[in-house]
């Protein structure tokens, strides 16, 4: 059986490649939802983004960061979230993003820094989020208004879809290994960045505006050069 993350993939991925598909620049025509090139793609991504807040969790944690601080940081995820609905809705009117990977994060955030006590109890919370889909779906959680809990029977009709299941196992795990390595493996994620990776740091730092900004600025520059041809 497969890890039901699988079961999420089928949706298109927010790449260039993708908006270059909407707008008809690719020559064959790629299928985002079912190509397994792709769906792996997005899974591999998603994991790595989620897996990798979860981590940033437990480093924030480790540093004493405050719940005022908390609330700041995911207000602004909140307020990403929102701008992506409205501007989904206004470019896919019949697919908008009702809860995307920032919808999901905004939610994922507040249950991992409730749970984050739990420490190594977290690797069962973790299994049973990301195993509960396969067992537990039912055609209640199949609407618009309760979808984003991921126990769906069928997949929405949207443009990205990241429910807290199974993804909330993926952000858990990355927030328990994250605590594991800052307690025995600190170095690892204290060290500093070769030179030639250091202006990666920047992306870091500044990763919700990196995110936000990179489809309209591939959107306008297609749009630019189509305009043009």
């Known amino acids: 059986m497969r890890c039901a993350a699988w079961r999420w993939c089928g949706w298109r991925c927010t790449t260039s490649l993708s908006t270059s598909n909407h707008f008809g620049w690719l020559e064959r025509r790629q299928n985002f939802y079912a190509d397994p090139l792709w769906t792996g793609q997005r899974t591999l991504i998603l994991s790595l983004f989620l897996g990798c807040a979860g981590l940033s969790l437990a480093a924030a944690l480790q540093a004493g960061q405050p719940w005022r601080r908390f609330w700041r940081r995911w207000a602004q995820i909140a307020a990403g979230a929102l701008l992506v609905s409205i501007g989904s809705a206004l470019m896919f ?67 990205d879809f990241v429910p807290l299941l199974p993804w909330l196992g993926v952000l858990l795990a990355g927030l328990v290994a994250g605590q594991w390595l800052l307690r025995t493996r600190p170095a690892l994620l204290a060290g500093p960045l070769a030179p030639g990776l250091r202006p990666l740091a920047g992306l870091g730092r500044w990763s919700l505006s990196f995110y936000l900004l990179h489809q309209p600025v591939l959107i306008g520059l297609l749009l630019a050069a189509q305009a043009l041809r």
């Open 93 to 159: 009117p019949g697919s908008w993003i009702s809860f995307g990977v920032l919808h999901g994060i905004a939610v994922m955030l507040v249950l991992a820094r409730l749970a984050a006590p739990l420490r190594a109890g977290l690797w069962p919370l973790a299994l049973l989020c990301l195993l509960l889909p396969q067992f537990a779906a039912a055609p209640f959680f199949d609407s618009r208004w309760t979808n984003w809990v991921g126990l769906v029977t069928k997949k929405p009709v949207t443009e």
